[in-house]
Protein backbone atom coordinates (compact mmCIF):
# COMPACT_ATOMS: atom_id res chain seq x y z
CA UNK A 1 0.00 0.00 0.00
CA UNK A 2 1.40 3.25 -0.87
CA UNK A 3 2.26 6.01 2.10
CA UNK A 4 3.30 8.74 -0.30
CA UNK A 5 1.03 11.94 -0.48
CA UNK A 6 0.31 13.95 -2.99
CA UNK A 7 2.36 16.87 -3.97
CA UNK A 8 0.58 19.45 -2.63
CA UNK A 9 -0.07 17.30 0.88
CA UNK A 10 3.77 16.47 0.76
CA UNK A 11 5.17 19.40 2.83
CA UNK A 12 2.65 19.44 5.51
CA UNK A 13 3.15 15.51 5.87
CA UNK A 14 7.29 15.42 5.35
CA UNK A 15 6.86 17.86 8.15
CA UNK A 16 4.35 16.01 10.47
CA UNK A 17 6.66 12.70 9.87
CA UNK A 18 9.62 14.09 10.66
CA UNK A 19 8.32 15.89 13.74
CA UNK A 20 7.25 12.63 15.23
CA UNK A 21 10.34 10.63 14.33
CA UNK A 22 12.86 13.28 15.13
CA UNK A 23 13.77 12.14 18.56
CA UNK A 24 15.02 8.69 17.63
CA UNK A 25 15.85 9.85 13.79
CA UNK A 26 20.04 9.69 15.00
CA UNK A 27 19.50 6.01 16.34
CA UNK A 28 17.88 4.47 12.97
CA UNK A 29 20.23 6.29 10.90
CA UNK A 30 22.85 4.96 12.73
CA UNK A 31 21.23 1.07 12.33
CA UNK A 32 19.50 1.11 9.09
CA UNK A 33 22.74 1.94 7.45
CA UNK A 34 25.20 -0.32 9.65
CA UNK A 35 26.82 2.83 10.83
CA UNK A 36 28.59 3.72 7.46
CA UNK A 37 26.17 6.89 6.98
CA UNK A 38 28.75 9.42 8.44
CA UNK A 39 31.29 7.74 7.02
CA UNK A 40 29.20 8.84 3.36
CA UNK A 41 29.33 12.22 4.93
CA UNK A 42 33.09 12.27 5.42
CA UNK A 43 33.62 11.04 1.87
CA UNK A 44 31.59 13.87 0.49
CA UNK A 45 33.15 16.23 2.32
CA UNK A 46 36.51 15.69 1.40
CA UNK A 47 35.57 16.38 -2.31
CA UNK A 48 34.25 19.95 -1.81
CA UNK A 49 36.60 21.09 0.89
CA UNK A 50 37.99 24.41 0.14
CA UNK A 51 40.54 25.99 2.59
CA UNK A 52 39.37 29.44 1.27
CA UNK A 53 36.11 28.86 1.97
CA UNK A 54 34.22 30.82 5.17
CA UNK A 55 30.34 30.14 4.83
CA UNK A 56 28.78 26.56 4.39
CA UNK A 57 24.83 25.69 4.11
CA UNK A 58 23.56 22.11 4.73
CA UNK A 59 20.38 22.58 3.20
CA UNK A 60 17.07 19.91 5.28
CA UNK A 61 20.36 19.74 7.80
CA UNK A 62 17.61 17.43 10.40
CA UNK A 63 19.43 17.12 13.54
CA UNK A 64 22.80 18.89 11.84
CA UNK A 65 25.09 15.35 11.35
CA UNK A 66 26.40 16.92 8.62
CA UNK A 67 27.57 20.24 10.46
CA UNK A 68 30.26 19.24 12.79
CA UNK A 69 31.97 17.26 9.63
CA UNK A 70 31.78 20.08 7.72
CA UNK A 71 33.35 22.19 10.34
CA UNK A 72 35.77 19.68 11.38
CA UNK A 73 37.72 19.39 8.13
CA UNK A 74 37.01 23.38 7.60
CA UNK A 75 37.79 25.05 10.99
CA UNK A 76 37.36 28.69 9.42
CA UNK A 77 34.46 27.46 8.28
CA UNK A 78 30.93 29.00 9.61
CA UNK A 79 28.18 26.25 9.06
CA UNK A 80 24.29 26.64 9.23
CA UNK A 81 22.45 24.10 8.93
CA UNK A 82 18.41 24.77 7.62
CA UNK A 83 15.43 22.93 8.22
CA UNK A 84 11.58 22.98 8.41
CA UNK A 85 10.86 20.51 10.92
CA UNK A 86 11.70 22.39 14.27
CA UNK A 87 11.70 19.13 16.19
CA UNK A 88 14.50 17.62 14.43
CA UNK A 89 16.94 20.58 14.80
CA UNK A 90 15.87 20.55 18.55
CA UNK A 91 16.36 16.65 18.79
CA UNK A 92 20.07 18.20 17.74
CA UNK A 93 20.55 20.82 19.92
CA UNK A 94 22.17 18.29 22.77
CA UNK A 95 24.81 17.74 19.94
CA UNK A 96 25.46 20.82 19.02
CA UNK A 97 25.80 22.03 22.69
CA UNK A 98 28.37 18.93 23.18
CA UNK A 99 30.24 20.57 20.16
CA UNK A 100 32.31 23.33 20.50
CA UNK A 101 32.54 24.47 17.09
CA UNK A 102 29.51 26.55 17.16
CA UNK A 103 27.92 25.94 13.89
CA UNK A 104 23.91 27.32 14.07
CA UNK A 105 20.60 26.12 12.78
CA UNK A 106 17.98 28.37 10.92
CA UNK A 107 14.28 27.07 10.29
CA UNK A 108 13.40 27.68 7.02
CA UNK A 109 12.68 26.29 3.65
CA UNK A 110 14.73 24.88 1.41
CA UNK A 111 12.69 25.94 -1.44
CA UNK A 112 12.78 29.40 -0.88
CA UNK A 113 16.14 29.88 1.19
CA UNK A 114 16.43 33.60 3.31
CA UNK A 115 19.61 34.21 2.30
CA UNK A 116 20.83 36.58 -0.91
CA UNK A 117 22.73 35.36 -3.90
CA UNK A 118 26.01 34.10 -3.37
CA UNK A 119 26.04 33.92 0.46
CA UNK A 120 27.78 30.54 0.56
CA UNK A 121 31.09 28.76 -0.67
CA UNK A 122 29.59 25.83 0.06
CA UNK A 123 26.11 23.82 -0.06
CA UNK A 124 25.45 20.59 1.31
CA UNK A 125 22.31 18.29 1.52
CA UNK A 126 21.56 14.80 2.86
CA UNK A 127 18.86 12.64 2.61
CA UNK A 128 16.98 15.70 1.98
CA UNK A 129 16.29 16.29 -1.58
CA UNK A 130 13.73 13.02 -1.57
CA UNK A 131 11.43 14.54 0.75
CA UNK A 132 11.32 18.31 -1.36
CA UNK A 133 8.26 19.12 -3.24
CA UNK A 134 10.32 20.57 -5.85
CA UNK A 135 14.07 19.64 -6.16
CA UNK A 136 14.24 21.55 -9.59
CA UNK A 137 13.59 24.63 -7.24
CA UNK A 138 15.52 23.53 -4.55
CA UNK A 139 18.50 23.17 -6.60
CA UNK A 140 18.21 26.17 -8.65
CA UNK A 141 17.88 28.15 -4.81
CA UNK A 142 21.08 26.45 -4.02
CA UNK A 143 22.91 27.61 -7.04
CA UNK A 144 21.60 31.25 -6.42
CA UNK A 145 23.09 31.17 -2.65
CA UNK A 146 26.66 29.89 -3.75
CA UNK A 147 28.99 31.79 -5.31
CA UNK A 148 30.72 30.94 -7.90
CA UNK A 149 33.25 28.40 -7.88
CA UNK A 150 31.43 27.46 -4.80
CA UNK A 151 30.49 23.80 -4.01
CA UNK A 152 27.69 21.56 -3.70
CA UNK A 153 27.35 17.86 -2.29
CA UNK A 154 24.11 16.00 -2.25
CA UNK A 155 23.84 12.70 -0.52
CA UNK A 156 20.68 10.67 -1.50
CA UNK A 157 19.47 6.70 -1.68
CA UNK A 158 19.99 5.14 -4.63
CA UNK A 159 19.39 1.40 -6.37
CA UNK A 160 22.70 -0.58 -6.41
CA UNK A 161 24.05 -1.52 -10.24
CA UNK A 162 24.13 -5.23 -9.76
CA UNK A 163 21.14 -6.79 -9.88
CA UNK A 164 21.79 -9.88 -6.47
CA UNK A 165 23.06 -6.73 -4.41
CA UNK A 166 20.04 -4.98 -5.89
CA UNK A 167 17.43 -7.13 -5.01
CA UNK A 168 18.87 -7.69 -1.39
CA UNK A 169 18.83 -4.12 -1.07
CA UNK A 170 15.57 -3.77 -1.87
CA UNK A 171 14.13 -6.85 0.28
CA UNK A 172 16.39 -5.51 3.17
CA UNK A 173 14.71 -1.78 2.13
CA UNK A 174 11.11 -3.02 1.73
CA UNK A 175 10.93 -5.54 4.53
CA UNK A 176 13.50 -5.06 7.11
CA UNK A 177 13.67 -1.39 7.57
CA UNK A 178 9.96 -0.77 7.84
CA UNK A 179 10.31 -3.48 10.92
CA UNK A 180 13.19 -2.00 12.55
CA UNK A 181 11.46 1.61 12.37
CA UNK A 182 8.12 0.30 13.88
CA UNK A 183 10.21 -1.47 16.74
CA UNK A 184 13.00 0.79 16.92
CA UNK A 185 11.71 3.95 15.47
CA UNK A 186 8.52 3.68 16.66
CA UNK A 187 7.10 4.86 13.46
CA UNK A 188 6.29 2.04 10.79
CA UNK A 189 4.91 4.49 8.70
CA UNK A 190 8.00 6.94 8.25
CA UNK A 191 10.04 3.63 7.49
CA UNK A 192 7.39 2.74 4.96
CA UNK A 193 7.82 6.04 3.33
CA UNK A 194 11.51 5.70 3.06
CA UNK A 195 12.14 2.60 0.89
CA UNK A 196 8.96 4.19 -1.14
CA UNK A 197 9.91 8.08 -1.44
CA UNK A 198 13.41 6.39 -2.86
CA UNK A 199 11.75 4.21 -5.42
CA UNK A 200 10.35 7.04 -7.33
CA UNK A 201 13.50 9.56 -6.91
CA UNK A 202 15.52 9.78 -9.88
CA UNK A 203 18.59 7.77 -10.55
CA UNK A 204 22.71 9.44 -10.25
CA UNK A 205 22.35 9.74 -14.10
CA UNK A 206 18.87 11.70 -14.07
CA UNK A 207 19.63 13.33 -11.03
CA UNK A 208 23.12 14.62 -12.39
CA UNK A 209 21.31 16.02 -15.23
CA UNK A 210 19.11 17.84 -13.19
CA UNK A 211 21.51 19.32 -10.80
CA UNK A 212 22.74 20.89 -14.10
CA UNK A 213 19.88 22.18 -15.41
CA UNK A 214 19.63 24.17 -12.20
CA UNK A 215 22.71 26.26 -12.52
CA UNK A 216 25.72 23.94 -11.72
CA UNK A 217 28.61 22.68 -13.98
CA UNK A 218 31.03 19.66 -13.43
CA UNK A 219 28.44 17.68 -12.29
CA UNK A 220 29.71 14.23 -10.84
CA UNK A 221 28.37 11.32 -8.64
CA UNK A 222 29.49 7.69 -7.28
CA UNK A 223 27.62 5.12 -5.48
CA UNK A 224 28.76 4.51 -1.87
CA UNK A 225 27.17 1.63 0.29
CA UNK A 226 26.99 -1.41 -2.04
CA UNK A 227 25.18 1.79 -4.47
CA UNK A 228 22.40 2.35 -1.81
CA UNK A 229 23.73 6.12 -1.68
CA UNK A 230 24.60 8.35 -4.75
CA UNK A 231 26.82 11.34 -3.34
CA UNK A 232 26.41 14.53 -6.41
CA UNK A 233 29.50 17.06 -6.07
CA UNK A 234 28.99 19.47 -8.45
CA UNK A 235 30.48 22.91 -9.02
CA UNK A 236 28.59 26.61 -9.16
C1 LIG B 1 15.91 12.37 5.95
S1 LIG B 1 16.11 13.87 6.82
C2 LIG B 1 17.82 14.23 6.55
C3 LIG B 1 18.44 14.97 7.68
C4 LIG B 1 19.95 15.17 7.58
N1 LIG B 1 20.31 15.96 6.44
C5 LIG B 1 20.70 13.86 7.55
O1 LIG B 1 21.54 13.66 6.66
O2 LIG B 1 20.46 13.02 8.42
C6 LIG B 1 15.32 15.00 5.72
C7 LIG B 1 15.17 16.38 6.30
O3 LIG B 1 14.75 17.26 5.25
C8 LIG B 1 13.89 18.22 5.83
N2 LIG B 1 13.11 18.87 4.78
C9 LIG B 1 12.23 18.31 3.93
N3 LIG B 1 11.70 19.24 3.12
C10 LIG B 1 12.28 20.42 3.47
C11 LIG B 1 12.16 21.75 2.99
N4 LIG B 1 11.33 22.08 1.98
N5 LIG B 1 12.91 22.70 3.57
C12 LIG B 1 13.75 22.40 4.59
N6 LIG B 1 13.91 21.17 5.09
C13 LIG B 1 13.18 20.18 4.53
C14 LIG B 1 13.08 17.42 6.83
O4 LIG B 1 12.48 18.24 7.80
C15 LIG B 1 14.12 16.48 7.41
O5 LIG B 1 14.71 17.00 8.57
Not at 183 to 193: D, F, K
Not at 198 to 207: D, G, H, K, T, V
Request: overall charge positive.
Amino acid sequence: MSVLPQSDQKAVYVNAMFTAIAQRYDLMNRLMTFGLDQGWRRWATKRIKQPQAIWALDVGSGTGDFLPILQQAMPQLSVVGLDFTLAMMQAGQAKREQDTLGHSFINGDGMHLPFEEAAFDIVTTGFAMRNIVDIRQAFSEMARVTKPGGKLACLEVARPKNPLVRWGHQFYFNNIVPIIGSLVGGNNRAYTYLPQSASIFPQPPELAHIITECGWHDVTWKQLGFGAVAVHIATR
